[in-house]
T-cell receptor
Framework: EAQVTQNPRYLITVTGKKLTVTCSQN?????MSWYRQDPGLGLRQIYY???????DKGDVPEGYKVSRKEKRNFPLILESPSPNQTSLYFC????????????FGPGTRLTVL | TQLLEQSPQFLSIQEGENLTVYCNSS?????LQWYRQEPGEGPVLLVT?????EVKKLKRLTFQFGDARKDSSLHITAAQPGDTGLYLC?????????????FGQGTTLQVKP
């Protein structure tokens, strides 16, 4: 089944404790992206990747890191999480560009205390 | 920061009524997408409009891209409870071969039986 998977689905952590949210897709897509969703703000793009080893900043990259060592995986790293990073995070992938059909993962709900 | 203003933010209507959701910006978009999101899930693409003045229909949903490619609308005819959800517009600025995507704040639609 074609899908985007994210892990974990739920995470409660404390300020400053490094964490990684994994994202994997099995559709051989070139493009992958991370978004955060907060009430009243819609989705905001954090980082995106057009290809392996190619990443670029979205609108809200501060406090986040990403890497794209393999086509299928695009982990989101929070080196020192803070409470303002409490949010619902979505990973998405598409064939080549953001303007292609993006397939979203199920979301990761992160709470930073 | 480019903004995509979506209105209304909340809409509660009775089954059978018609409604329109608007998405406006001062920026020109190379393409604009509409997504629908249900609670606990990621957004799902409904349609992509590319050409100024373009109109696309998806059963009871009609999508229009403004002539200047700065605005879009989603019209639902004879709304049904199954239409309930969060509707999001998203625009790509500049080239269509882009990784960036700007989302509106979303419109929460509730259709009561």
């Amino acid at each position: 089944e074609a899908q985007v998977t994210q892990n974990p689905r739920y995470l409660i952590t404390v300020t400053g404790k490094k964490l990684t949210v994994t994202c994997s897709q099995n559709m051989n897509h070139e493009y992958m992206s991370w978004y955060r969703q907060d009430p009243g703000l819609g989705l905001r793009q954090i980082y995106y990747s057009m290809n392996v080893e190619v990443t670029d900043k979205g609108d809200v990259p501060e406090g986040y890191k990403v890497s794209r060592k393999e086509k299928r995986n695009f982990p989101l790293i929070l080196e020192s999480p803070s409470p303002n990073q409490t949010s619902l995070y979505f990973c998405a992938s598409s064939f080549y560009y953001s303007t292609d059909t993006q397939y979203f993962g199920p979301g990761t709900r992160l709470t930073v205390l | 920061t480019q903004l995509l203003e979506q209105s209304p933010q909340f809409l509660s209507i009775q089954e059978g009524e018609n409604l329109t959701v608007y998405c406006n910006s001062s920026s020109v978009f190379s393409s604009l997408q509409w997504y629908r999101q249900e609670p606990g899930e990621g957004p799902v693409l409904l349609v992509t409009v590319v050409t100024g003045g373009e109109v696309k229909k998806l059963k009871r949903l009609t999508f229009q891209f403004g002539d200047a490619r700065k605005d879009s609308s989603l019209h639902i005819t004879a709304a049904q409870p199954g239409d309930t959800g969060l509707y999001l517009c998203a625009g790509a600025i500049g080239s269509s071969n882009t990784g960036k995507l700007i989302f509106g704040q979303g419109t929460t639609l509730q259709v009561k039986p």
